[in-house]
């Protein structure tokens, strides 16, 4: 079913139709359908950057990172959330130094980051005292930071050998001045954080 979707664009091409047959693609979870996504790139005619984002994050699901970033590389037309569904991919391939790179070149090429952006970096950064600038330099934009970058922030605190448990107190209450509820998976990653339970957990009350 999904070959003769491809022959009809092969055909007449129609960029909503291949974006939607690109996430069906994706989804299918059968390890040769990256090439079909591939095929479909080839008979693209000025595809936007809807599709391109769909594209990637299809490849990143089928665990073909390199696939991704080559696209990702090759498209004239490109948006923040192609950006943004690049560097999820990379984050999600454990490739870290590629995902931190792409954050810095939204920042000189003027790019606008989101939300999404800040956490994948931080989620990809796996250095603490990286994230809470992260976390600052979000502070100093427009963005209002939500409960997953706050997550992805602890998580990072809670990654260090030595318990950073003042930094995810700190965090916490940013947290709490930005009216967002801490949850279970938090508290998990504060108590990570204490050097021992009875401290973090005191200075948490």
């Known amino acids: 079913m999904l070959l003769s979707e491809i022959e009809v664009l092969s055909k007449k091409w129609h960029q909503k139709d291949a974006t939607s047959l690109v996430a069906k693609l994706g989804r299918s979870g059968k390890s040769n359908q990256w090439i079909q996504i591939l095929r479909l790139i080839q008979l693209a005619r000025e595809p936007d950057s809807i599709f391109l984002s769909a594209v990637i994050s299809a490849l990143g699901r089928a665990r073909r990172w390199e696939a991704a970033l080559a696209v990702f590389g090759q498209s004239v037309q490109t948006s923040a959330k192609t950006w943004d569904a690049t560097m999820s991919v990379c984050e999600r391939s454990d490739q870290c130094q590629l995902v931190l790179q792409l954050f810095n070149q939204m920042s000189s090429k003027s790019i606008e980051r989101s939300i999404v952006t800040f956490t994948t970096a931080i989620k990809a950064c796996k250095v603490w005292t990286t994230a809470l600038d992260y976390l600052h330099q979000l502070r100093e934009?427009?963005?209002?930071?939500?409960?997953?970058?706050?997550?992805?922030?602890?998580?990072?605190?809670?990654?260090?050998?030595?318990?950073?448990?003042?930094?995810?107190?700190?965090?916490?209450?940013?947290?709490?001045?930005?009216?967002?509820?801490?949850?279970?998976?938090?508290?998990?990653?504060?108590?990570?954080?204490?050097?021992t339970g009875a401290s973090g957990l005191k200075d948490m009350r």
């Open 141 to 195: 934009s427009a963005l209002q930071p939500d409960a997953l970058l706050y997550t992805a922030v602890l998580n990072t605190i809670a990654s260090g050998s030595t318990g950073r448990w003042e930094a995810a107190v700190s965090t916490l209450d940013d947290m709490a001045r930005n009216t967002v509820r801490a949850d279970s998976y938090m508290y998990g990653a504060m108590i990570k954080c204490c050097d």
